[in-house]
Every structure is written in structure tokens, then in C-alpha cells.
């Protein structure tokens, strides 16, 4: 806490203060943070709540000592609600006709003659025994919803036993956009069972006017949960009273808010286990094996408008850009085969890369058929959110004299030189790899997918000389700001030659530079430790150990067995620990080395071209291209993609899906049916 409190970033903590923190990994450091904003943010409201109620004049010591103790905002806030400013209500207006001293002798449970006893407070608006016992009934209501003891009783009964109730709403069953929602047209069941997609889906339709839900628990159960904490006498009279005002006040004020509240708390669990998928989907897809500083040709297929064709160079800048026509209405085979060898051998090229849109499967068969003069691997590449970062500002300023075909080709490109510096230009919601992103807290949403971009970029490292200002902008303690500063810099100067020159850049202090350093890369810079993960603040370590050594720190760098030689002990202090020194150790073994797996080429079955091929049994080659909690879908080669459901991933019971497969993992699968009608793919990985 106190090096977050100072400014440290969670990579930066995690991989450069290891002795400090005991050696936690990131997802504890995250789990430390978010707690203890959660914990300041209770903080914050306890202030206002004391201030609140302190203003009223009611802030005794006891009150004190309680908003000190409560351990959550629920129970904070139900500490603040007899106390809330409410609008007019029937315990208002009856208190303001003076019977809220009637109440209590009610709630005393003494009282035997209670009609005559109310017959004192008819005065005013009060006209009759009976609206004087009703006003008072009314009160009681208010003091029983307010019952922190009542609502946190209730609270537990709905958490074990609420059930969610989904009703089609009449006249929308025969609607053909409403039939997606079928299974909920009429469903009960318990809602701590209801899975967290299945509750997400629920919500949608209700939010699109299909189905009402409801949450609700029997009714006389919770009366009896009510009942107890009240009627404690056997005086009948003033029992009577508050059995009426208990049933009373349960249905018309603690059901809906107790039902409201369990169905926001469910809500928020689905959203943090929806958000989960989307974000271990996301680092999967963002950490995917790049294939490297290669030329490349990309192309974006597509059958009337033709294949757009951009040709780039090993740092993904365009060369060139033009489009062919190889497929039907135009069908220019031949001259397309043509044009696309001559830039081949024009460009040396070394890799294809073809986007997996329309008309992908036909490109990709065409351009595998063109006999080229050395050996071209063909890639296909996941174009979601190419087009939407192809209008975007980052891809205008990138290209302000293209239009956006021929930046989708590029990205296209790009995504397969190098899949995360591409990516994090897109907003992730767009890349297809999440379950109901729309429908979940989007700013919960937005600051975890931060946070995992944020993470994988700083896993990898940049280079500062050729990363985009997106790409540098998640670095470290360097920002949107800075990231520009930086791009204008190098621009400026013609690249910057080492990491000590980062410290020139306008706004770059030494806190910026502490952060972020050591996660910025300079190939064949000033010197050779900055093309490595090893902190700037120990290259007189280093120096040190090859002094020792009686070699150079460019001749230790990268020769394992004289780097497996030095004695760590000897450079144990009180700043360095051996956790630091050997992160260190592994760093000069293999300086810079990319955390992420090589590129495989893949090919999908020739045989298969639309839904239509399939037949059951079938066993395919195919691509994981999203994972949901309720299993995950495969690429197969074809519009459609197949479902795994959880169940047919394994022959055992499978709890989350991540277990068995990762994003852009190559399979096997079987086909297990085919539904034509509904576009829908059931696949298995159970032989």
C-alpha cells in the first residue's frame, strides 16, 4: 500500500520491488489495490453519513461507534436510513397528525384498552379510532423497514432462497426477434443457482421488453423472519396491530428493496464473472504468438469490391496498396495471380497474412494455389474490430491520405507481425471475445480491461523507437501524455539512442521514469542493457558482476554459462535480494526474450465451405476464437462458428472452460449436430 500510495504501478511493483512485497504476482497486488480503494471509498462515506445525521442533530456516541464498526456500505447505509431525508410518505404524514407516540405505546406491547388509548389522538385530519390505529400501523411500517437485524435477516433468506421468475410479456411470444429468448418465456428458478450468462440474458430481455422478472422469496416464510424481532408479547391487541403492520410494510416496502438489492448483488456477480471471461480472453488474444519483424502482404477479402492488397515492410510501414479482383462478378484469376507474384518478388515478401472475412476461405484457397519462387506461408488472421479501428482517429492520424479499406488491410497485416501492438489501438469491446460486454457495468468493464492491456503490454515490452503512441501510452507510469511527448521526441530527434536519454522528454520526471524505464526497449542503443528488462537503477549491479568476471557488460550479456558462474550471494544488500538478483540472472541468460510462443501455420479442411458440408461425426481442424463460462467457440473455416459446451470439452466435470483451452488454440473437434435453420454448430473435443 505504501508503494501504490507513492505512485508504483502494479508491474512495476510486481517485477522490480519483489523483496518489498514478499514476491506477489500482479493479480494479488490488483487484489491489494482494489481493496484498499474499496476500503477508502467506505471511508469516504462513513464521513459524509456522520456529517449527514450529525447536522440532524442525532450523532451520539453509540451512532458513532457503529458507522465506525459498520464493515460495508450496505451496512452503512442501513445504518443511515432512519435518518435519510425521505420524500412524503404515509409514516410522514401521520407522524406530522401527531400519532407517533401511539406507535410506541403499540410497540410497547402493554396497552390492553388500545381503541380507547386511540381515541386520544383524534385531533386534526385524524377523524376516528381507526384512522388513528392506521397512521399508527403505518409508522410502525416504517420503523420495521428500517430494522437493520429485519433487513439483514431477509437479506440471507433471498440469498439462500429467492427465485427468479421470467413471464413473457403478451403479444411478444409470436415476434420473430423475441423467439432468441424462448427459454425465458416462462422459467422459475433459484436465483443463487441461475448461472451468471443465463442471468445476463435474462436481464437483456427484460431490458428489451420481452420478458418481467421477478424476485421473490414465500411470502409467510418471511413474515415469520419479520414477525420475531416485533410482536414479543401475548398482548393480542397491540400484536394484532404489528402482525398487520409487518405484512404491510413486507409488501410494500422491504420485499421490493430486499428483492432489488439481491437482484443488484447477483447482477454485479454476473457482471465480475462475465468481466473475468472478457478479460482472460482478452490477454490470451492480445498475448498471441506474433509472427515477428517480417514483410508482409495482407489482404482484406472480399468478392464485388475485390481483395484490398497492402504490401508492408519488417516495422509494418505500407509500401504499397492496390486492389485485386479474383473472385466473382469480375473474376480477373489471372491477372490477380500476376500482380500478387510480382509484389511477392518486388517487396520480398516473406509471409501472407488474409483477413477471416468475407470471402476468406476462397482467398486464402487462391492464394495458396499461386506458385511463387520460395516458400510463402499464408496465415489466416481474426479480423474483429478491424473495421472499426480502420474509421477510428488513431487510424486517420496513422493514415490521413487513405481511406478505410486500406487501413483495415494494414491492421490486418499488422495483427500478424504483431498481434498486441495492433490490438491495443481497438477498443476491446469490438475484438469479439467477451460474453454480453454490452450488458455488464461498463466501468467496471473499461478499468479491468485496462488493467489486463496495461499488463500484457508491460509483460512483453516495446520498443520505444517504433511503438504507436497506444501502445505507448499502457507503459508503465507513462500515460496518454506521455506517450505523445515521447512519439514528438524521437520524431524530433531521429530516435532515441538510450534509455537515459528518455529523461529529456517534456514531463518526463523521475517518478515516470522509476515506472516505466525498464519496460521500454532500445535495439542497438548507447547500451546494451537497455534492450532488456533489467532496471536502469541496477546497471552498476551488472557492471559490477561483469567487473568480477574480468569481462564487459556486453560480453556477459547473452553467454549463459559465464552468467551461470556469478556467486548471487556476493550481491545480496540491503536494496537487492536474491529474488532481484535472480530475475536478473535469467535477464542476462536471454536479454530481451519475448514471453510469448511461437506462430504455428494452420489450414482448415479444404472439404468445408459453408454450413452445409457438415455432417455429423465429421472431425475438423479448428481454431478457439472465444471462451464463455459456458463453454467455447470454434473457427472451423466457415461463417458460422461451433459451440464446445462445457460438457463436451472433457470426460470429467469441467468448472471453467480456461481449464481445458486458451484463445487461438488449434483442435480437433467432432461435429455433434448441425442446425441449419438456426445456423448453429455443436461441436465436442470428447473422442
Avoid at 450523532?59 to 443511515?80: F, P
Avoid at 403478451?170 to 436465483?191: I, P, R
Avoid at 508491460?458 to 507503459?475: C, D, F, K, R
Amino acid at each position: 500500500m505504501q508503494l501504490l500510495n507513492d505512485g508504483g504501478t502494479v508491474p512495476f511493483i510486481s517485477r522490480y520491488r519483489k523483496e518489498a512485497t514478499g514476491n506477489l504476482d500482479e493479480v494479488a497486488i490488483e487484489s491489494i489495490k482494489k481493496q484498499w480503494e474499496a476500503f477508502q471509498m467506505l471511508q469516504k462515506r462513513k464521513e459524509a453519513v456522520a456529517k449527514a445525521i450529525g447536522e440532524q442533530g442525532f450523532l451520539t456516541d453509540q451512532i458513532k461507534s457503529n458507522i465506525a464498526s459498520a464493515e460495508n456500505l450496505t451496512a452503512l447505509e442501513d445504518l443511515y436510513l432512519p435518518y435519510k431525508k425521505k420524500r412524503q410518505t404515509k409514516a410522514t404524514v401521520a407522524k406530522q397528525a401527531g400519532l407517533e407516540p401511539l406507535a410506541k405505546i403499540i410497540m410497547g406491547q402493554r396497552e390492553t384498552n388500545l381503541r380507547s388509548r386511540a381515541g386520544q389522538f383524534i385531533k386534526g385530519s385524524i377523524t376516528s379510532e381507526k384512522e388513528a390505529l392506521a397512521g399508527a400501523s403505518h409508522i410502525i411500517a416504517e420503523w420495521v423497514s428500517e430494522h437493520t437485524a429485519t433487513r439483514n435477516s431477509l437479506r440471507r433468506l433471498y440469498q439462500r432462497k429467492a427465485t427468479i421468475t421470467s413471464k413473457v410479456i403478451k403479444g411478444k411470444e409470436t415476434e420473430k426477434e423475441a423467439l432468441v429468448y424462448q427459454a425465458y418465456f416462462d422459467s422459475n428458478e433459484l436465483l443463487s443457482r441461475c448461472p451468471s450468462h443465463r442471468l445476463l440474458a435474462m436481464l437483456r430481455a427484460e431490458k428489451e421488453g420481452v420478458v418481467r422478472l421477478k424476485v421473490s422469496v414465500e411470502k409467510e416464510e418471511a413474515l415469520d423472519h419479520i414477525d420475531r424481532f416485533f410482536a414479543t408479547s401475548n398482548n393480542e391487541a397491540c400484536t394484532d396491530v404489528i402482525f398487520e403492520a409487518v405484512a404491510d410494510s413486507y409488501s410494500r416496502l422491504l420485499a421490493p428493496a430486499i428483492a432489488n438489492e439481491t437482484m443488484q448483488l447477483a447482477k454485479q456477480k454476473a457482471d465480475e464473472a462475465a468481466v473475468r471471461v472478457f478479460s482472460e480472453n482478452l490477454k490470451q488474444l492480445l498475448l498471441a504468438a506474433p509472427l515477428g519483424e517480417k514483410r508482409i502482404l495482407a489482404l482484406d477479402p472480399g468478392f464485388k469490391s475485390g481483395c484490398k492488397l497492402v504490401c508492408l515492410d519488417a516495422q509494418g510501414k505500407l509500401v504499397h496498396n492496390e486492389t485485386i479482383y479474383p473472385h466473382p462478378p469480375q473474376q480477373k484469376f489471372t491477372e490477380a495471380i500476376k500482380k500478387v507474384k510480382s509484389l511477392v518478388n518486388a517487396y520480398k515478401i516473406e509471409a501472407i497474412a488474409v483477413g477471416n472475412g468475407t470471402a476468406a476461405r476462397e482467398t486464402e484457397h487462391f492464394v495458396s494455389k499461386i506458385p511463387f519462387s520460395k516458400d510463402i506461408k499464408v496465415f489466416m488472421v481474426n479480423e474483429s474490430g478491424a473495421s472499426i479501428y480502420s474509421a477510428s482517429p488513431i487510424a486517420r492520424s496513422e493514415f490521413p491520405n487513405y481511406d478505410v479499406t486500406v487501413r483495415g488491410a494494414v491492421s490486418i497485416g499488422r495483427r500478424l507481425a504483431d498481434p498486441l501492438a495492433e490490438l491495443v489501438k481497438i477498443d476491446p469491446k469490438s475484438l469479439g471475445v467477451g460474453q454480453y460486454q454490452h450488458d455488464v457495468n461498463q466501468q467496471l468493464l473499461k478499468k479491468e480491461l485496462d488493467t489486463t492491456v496495461s499488463h500484457c503490454v508491460n509483460a512483453v515490452g516495446i520498443n520505444v523507437n517504433t511503438a504507436s503512441e497506444s501502445l505507448l501510452s499502457y507503459i508503465s507510469g507513462i500515460g496518454p501524455k506521455l506517450a505523445s511527448n515521447i512519439v514528438a521526441f524521437r520524431t524530433e530527434n531521429g530516435g532515441i539512442p538510450s534509455r537515459k536519454a528518455l529523461k529529456k522528454v517534456k514531463g518526463l520526471g523521475a517518478k515516470a521514469f522509476e515506472q516505466g524505464a525498464a519496460f521500454l526497449r532500445i535495439k542497438n542503443g548507447e547500451n546494451a542493457l537497455d534492450n532488456s528488462a533489467i532496471h536502469p537503477e541496477r546497471y552498476a549491479l551488472v557492471s559490477k558482476m561483469a567487473k568480477d568476471l574480468n569481462v564487459s557488460v556486453q560480453d556477459l550479456i547473452g553467454n549463459a554459462a559465464l552468467v551461470a558462474t556469478i556467486p548471487l550471494s556476493n550481491y545480496v544488500n540491503d536494496q537487492v535480494g536474491l529474488l532481484t538478483l535472480k530475475d536478473i540472472i535469467e535477464e542476462l541468460k536471454k536479454p530481451g526474450l519475448d514471453p510469448r510462443a511461437q506462430l504455428k501455420v494452420f489450414q482448415f479442411d479444404e472439404s468445408i465451405r459453408s454450413i452445409s458440408d457438415l455432417k455429423t461425426g465429421m472431425k475438423l481442424p479448428g481454431i478457439v476464437n472465444n471462451i464463455t463460462n459456458f463453454g467455447c467457440f470454434v473457427d472451423i473455416g466457415i461463417k458460422e462458428s461451433g459451440l464446445i459446451h462445457v460438457s463436451k470439452l472433457a470426460n470429467q466435470f469441467v468448472k471453467d472452460p480456461n481449464e481445458i483451452v486458451k484463445l487461438n488454440q488449434q483442435l480437433i473437434v467432432t461435429v455433434v449436430e448441425v442446425d441449419e435453420a438456426r445456423k448453429r454448430i455443436q461441436l465436442s473435443l470428447i473422442d
